[in-house]
């Protein structure tokens, strides 16, 4: 055993409350060196975290890969299916048009002469 495989045991079993009383007098020799302390507190702060994770309630790995694969899915049709909706508005649009009757304006052909008094804009 390596040199770095017996302190990382030493430290885990110190962590995990596993350390005779031997390997604890070993360890303590070893946390004179400061490489020995920072993995010491990286490895602490790993086993807090792992002591805040709760176990899965109500997984479900089909279900899981079911909401994956679907929502892969409807990103991949997604264009699709926004031009198909422009194109149903734009196809609605003509349909209303065909039925609303046009109304045109008698606009009789020629000019249209305004008379105003003198002096304003006459000549």
Not at 39 to 64: P, T
Request: glycine residues 4%; contains cysteine; neutral net charge.
């Amino acid at each position: 055993m390596t040199d770095n495989e017996k302190k990382w045991e030493l430290i885990t079993s110190k962590v995990n409350n596993e350390l005779s009383e031997s390997e604890a007098e070993e360890l303590e020799s070893l946390m004179v060196n400061e490489d020995c302390k920072t993995l010491f507190h990286e490895i602490h702060s790993i086993k807090c975290d792992l002591d805040n994770v709760q176990k899965l309630k109500n997984f479900s790995q089909n279900r899981s890969w079911g909401k994956v694969n679907s929502h892969i899915h409807k990103k991949y049709y997604r264009p699709g299916i926004n031009i198909l909706k422009y194109a149903a508005i734009i196809l609605f649009a003509f349909f209303i048009g065909k039925f609303i009757p046009d109304r045109k304006i008698n606009i009789p052909n020629g000019t249209t002469e305004i008379s105003v008094p003198l002096g304003q804009m006459s000549e």
